[in-house]
């Protein structure tokens, strides 16, 4: 069974004796306790009918609210300077996860419009062209990493097909992480903005993005998070975020501490005004 499943609704973890707060376009509700035979039943008081401003989310523009993501992803994601094995993924940047051809070639490819795979023609193509250069020399040497070699970043830029392709080999400088970040957060972005159909505050929906950041398109579109809020359910959210705490073990799955703690965030910032 999941660990979501074991949860009372209003609840991140099997030990929470009363269930989170939550905030409607109308209310902010304060969790006292649960109650029932089997104390399954949540019990809220509304504590204020002053709340922040609601919007569609397509109202939220990603150039004001991008600062406020960035800390708090700075703050909830950690970030790795060359391609760091994590929990079955391979990630760069702020958790960026590699594809099996990034990670294989050791490159990525991008242009103002995100990642692009390295087998698209336009990109193989410079590979080619390019690929005794983009080989370089590996950052890591004797189990050491080579910060001189650090300083100098490998990459192609065709300014004819507006392509970029990054060589990993010397690890990922700051550009290269941030460019990364903003074009995850333009993805992440999206995935909220074409899937809610319901108002948020700021702080729900950037607990969403951070949530879209990590999980991806697939996962939150066909989340229960996005069921339940997408039918005005508020407070039944913040359980269904801990629906993304789990990794592959050797024997099933298992929670992941690094994911809870991530998730448990997310809630606290959906959950707060």
Do not use: W
């Not at 700075?74 to 990670?103: A, Q, W």
């Amino acid at each position: 069974m999941a660990f979501v499943d074991d949860l009372i609704l209003g609840q991140i973890d099997t030990d929470d004796s009363k269930p989170v707060n939550y905030c409607t376009p109308n209310a902010y509700f304060e969790g006292l306790y649960f109650e029932g035979s089997d104390y399954s039943q949540a019990v809220y008081q509304k504590t204020s009918d002053k709340v922040p401003a609601f919007f569609d989310v397509n109202r939220f523009s990603l150039s004001i609210v991008k600062p406020k993501i960035k800390d708090f992803l700075s703050r909830n994601y950690s970030s790795f300077i060359v391609p760091t094995v994590v929990e079955g993924d391979v990630l760069i940047g702020f958790s960026h996860k590699l594809t099996t051809p990034e990670i294989n070639n050791g490159l990525v490819a991008f242009n103002d419009n995100g990642i692009l795979p390295l087998d698209m023609p336009e990109v193989a193509q410079i590979i080619r062209k390019n690929h005794p250069y983009l080989k370089g020399t590996s950052i890591v040497q004797d189990g050491t990493v080579n910060y001189e070699a650090f300083a100098n970043s490998i990459a192609v830029y065709d300014e004819t097909k507006n392509i970029f392709v990054y060589s990993l080999v010397n690890g990922a400088r700051p550009e290269f992480i941030n460019r990364l970040l903003d074009i995850d957060l333009q993805v992440a972005y999206n995935i909220v903005t074409d899937t809610i159909k319901v108002p948020v505050n700021e702080n729900q929906f950037m607990a969403m993005v951070s949530l879209a950041y990590d999980i991806g398109r697939s996962r939150f579109l066909t989340s229960r998070l996005v069921k339940s809020l997408n039918k005005n359910n508020y407070e039944s959210v913040a359980t269904y975020f801990m629906e993304f705490v789990e990794v592959p073990r050797k024997r099933g799955i298992g929670v992941s501490q690094r994911l809870f703690d991530r998730r448990d965030a997310e809630v606290d910032l959906f959950s707060s005004i």
